[in-house]
């Protein structure tokens, strides 16, 4: 069975901090991994994927993030948030054979100025 | 860009009154796909669709949902008889493929669904 769990249902940080949202799953065997955004009233949009390859994938926005296996993780970086930033966050999953999202709960992220 | 679009984008319903939620995915796309996000809670998978006939459903997706691609372009979702707990968001997602790693699911706004 898949899962995603999100750490933290909001974050703050302040302008031009770090920006870290943690997401880890649970997987019999690595899934595709994704990150999209929602800003208010509209739909989700894909921040970045994992699927293959190199571990760490970047995505739109400067928005990064980094495949772990050995702590099944796949948190989502920015080195410098900025105000347009501010939104909701999911992480998800997607089985090598399939096409089900398990989406986790998402991080709603509050930018400072 | 294309893009996948949604009407309403928010409906109010009398719980047992039957509701359609309409989509149009991304014209050259495949696969259809539903999930419903109920308030504070995780965006969840309902049904997917292909070819004319659903491909995977979740345990969500029971006799009150059906789906239907009625002409080329609409795809739409069901529900027979509302209950309040059918209260939530519901995405219309598409992509052109299915499996594999280039199967970018592309997500509509989503229609509120409110049932008094």
């Known amino acids: 069975a898949q899962s995603v769990t999100q750490l933290g249902s909001h974050v703050s940080v302040s302008e031009g901090a770090l920006v870290l949202l943690r997401c880890n799953y649970s997987s019999s065997v690595p899934p595709y991994l994704f990150w999209y955004v929602q800003y208010p009233n509209q739909g989700l949009q894909l921040l970045l994927k994992?699927?293959?390859?190199?571990?760490l994938v970047k995505g739109i926005n400067g928005f990064e993030a980094e495949f772990k296996k050995s702590e099944t993780s796949f948190h989502l970086t920015k080195p410098s948030a900025h105000m347009s930033d501010a939104a909701e966050y999911f992480c998800?999953?997607?089985?090598?054979?399939?096409?089900?999202?398990?989406f986790g709960t998402g991080t709603s992220l509050t930018v400072i100025p | 860009e294309p893009e996948v679009t949604q009407t309403p984008s928010h409906q109010v319903t009398q719980m047992g009154q039957e509701v359609i939620l309409r989509c149009v995915p991304i014209s050259n796309h495949l696969y259809f796909y539903w999930y419903r996000q109920i308030l504070g809670q995780k965006v969840e998978f309902l049904v997917s669709?292909?070819?004319?006939?659903?491909?995977?459903k979740s345990e969500i997706f029971d006799d009150q949902f059906s789906v239907e691609r009625p002409d080329g372009s609409n795809f739409t979702l069901k529900i027979r008889s509302t209950k309040l707990e059918d209260s939530a968001m519901y995405f219309c997602?598409?992509?052109?493929?299915?499996?594999?790693?280039?199967?970018?699911?592309?997500f509509g706004p989503g229609t509120r669904l409110t049932v008094l």
């Open positions: 669709f292909y070819n004319n006939e659903i491909s995977e």
């Open positions: 998800a999953v997607r089985r090598v054979t399939g096409n089900q999202f398990y």
């Open positions: 997602a598409s992509s052109y493929l299915a499996g594999g790693g280039y199967n970018e699911q592309f």
């Open positions: 994992y699927t293959t390859g190199a571990t």
